[in-house]
């Protein structure tokens, strides 16, 4: 199959992952816990169709059934190295969710489904998070901060975590791009048909190394920067857990609200996003990801 195929076919399935959590299940988490189980069941069907044996990390919070899933491709040299892809598949009330976070679950069910079978040097640990979203977030009961705890006390080696968070919109037009102070207006792109690796200072070598492997592939414009810690929004999504506990991590955006206008609204609905521009950039994170974990 050559490139132009196997990518409108990897656009077809990013596609009908999100319809099926934006549009069939729609907004989810703790305020409807029915549909966040049956948002769950379908990540555990994804994972385990794909070939994996996921694992539920669970809890309650409020009293509502909370898990992590956690889908491991055993490294073939060095499996207790570990790098871990995560996207998180709660929303906020009333927001179908299909860029935030449809989008990034999307991407990792891709990348899981594409290395199934295919195990590199190291570890590389798939995992849906919950609880990323207000109320949750940052009040340590995210999903994120949970499994991140969970590794340091258990000392395993993690080398690195991204976050995939909102993948899925892109725009051409002029001025489509802002960004939180002004003067970054002036140094920074303002048309946003770029995805973005973005992190805290912590994670800079990080952020470089992954970048590099990423432009390799030649797959799609990239803006990558570690931001100075006093700009928080750089710590807006599920790498913030790891960051907290010693892990370098970053997250893979889109800007999220510095570009997307449907963002945290009842809009956010499945055929606003650009599946073919996502599937460029999954496939530029996949050919990152083999490389990384071949070299962790």
Same mark, same amino acid.
């Given at each position: 199959?050559?490139?132009?195929?196997?990518?409108?076919?990897?656009?077809?399935?990013?596609?009908?992952?999100?319809?099926?959590?934006?549009? &069939?299940?729609?907004?989810?988490?703790?305020?409807?816990?029915?549909?966040?189980?049956?948002?769950?069941?379908?990540?555990?069907?994804?994972?385990?169709?794909?070939?994996?044996?996921?694992?539920?990390?669970?809890?309650?919070?409020?009293?509502?059934?909370?898990?992590?899933?956690?889908?491991?491709?055993?490294?073939?040299?060095? /499996?207790?190295?570990?790098?871990?892809?995560?996207?998180?598949? &709660?929303?906020? =009330?009333?927001?179908? *969710?299909?860029?935030?976070?449809?989008?990034?679950?999307?991407?990792?069910? @891709?990348?899981?489904?594409?290395?199934?079978?295919?195990?590199?040097?190291?570890?590389?640990?798939?995992?849906?998070? *919950?609880?990323?979203?207000?109320?949750?977030?940052?009040?340590?009961?995210?999903?994120?901060?949970?499994?991140?705890?969970?590794?340091?006390?258990?000392?395993?080696?993690?080398?690195?975590?991204?976050?995939?968070?909102?993948?899925?919109?892109?725009?051409?037009?002029?001025?489509?791009?802002?960004?939180?102070?002004?003067?970054?207006?002036?140094?920074?792109?303002?048309?946003?048909?770029?995805?973005?690796?973005?992190?805290?200072?912590?994670?800079?070598?990080?952020?470089?190394?992954?970048?590099?492997?990423?432009?390799?592939?030649?797959?799609?414009?990239?803006? @990558?920067? @570690?931001?100075?810690?006093?700009?928080?929004?750089?710590?807006?999504?599920?790498?913030?857990?790891?960051?907290?506990?010693?892990?370098?991590?970053?997250?893979?955006? &889109?800007?999220?609200?510095?570009?997307? /206008?449907?963002?945290?609204? /009842?809009?956010?609905?499945? =055929?606003?996003?650009?599946?073919?521009?996502?599937?460029?950039?999954?496939?530029?994170?996949?050919?990152?990801?083999?490389?990384? @974990?071949?070299?962790?």
């Amino acid at each position: 199959m050559d490139l132009s195929a196997r990518q409108a076919t990897l656009a077809a399935e990013l596609r009908q992952d999100v319809e099926i959590l934006a549009t &069939d299940i729609g907004p989810r988490g703790t305020f409807a816990p029915d549909r966040y189980r049956l948002a769950e069941e379908f990540l555990l069907s994804a994972l385990k169709r794909a070939g994996y044996a996921p694992e539920r990390e669970a809890w309650t919070a409020d009293g509502v059934p909370c898990a992590n899933l956690i889908a491991n491709l055993r490294g073939t040299q060095t /499996p207790e190295r570990i790098v871990i892809v995560g996207a998180h598949y &709660d929303s906020v =009330e009333g927001c179908p *969710a299909a860029n935030d976070n449809g989008s990034g679950i999307a991407g990792l069910l @891709a990348l899981a489904r594409q290395f199934a079978g295919a195990p590199r040097r190291s570890t590389i640990r798939f995992v849906c998070f *919950a609880n990323e979203e207000p109320p949750w977030f940052n009040v340590n009961e995210m999903g994120s901060q949970v499994h991140a705890r969970a590794c340091h006390a258990a000392k395993q080696d993690i080398h690195g975590m991204i976050s995939l968070e909102t993948i899925g919109y892109y725009s051409a037009a002029a001025r489509s791009q802002s960004w939180p102070h002004a003067a970054l207006n002036l140094l920074l792109p303002t048309i946003g048909d770029f995805i973005a690796f973005v992190g805290p200072s912590a994670a800079k070598p990080l952020i470089a190394r992954c970048a590099k492997l990423f432009e390799a592939q030649h797959a799609f414009p990239l803006l @990558a920067a @570690a931001a100075p810690d006093a700009i928080d929004q750089v710590n807006w999504s599920d790498h913030r857990g790891f960051i907290e506990a010693g892990y370098p991590a970053f997250m893979v955006t &889109d800007t999220a609200p510095l570009r997307y /206008p449907h963002y945290h609204l /009842p809009t956010d609905t499945a =055929e606003k996003l650009d599946y073919p521009s996502m599937a460029r950039v999954v496939d530029g994170l996949a050919g990152m990801l083999a490389e990384w @974990a071949d070299s962790a």
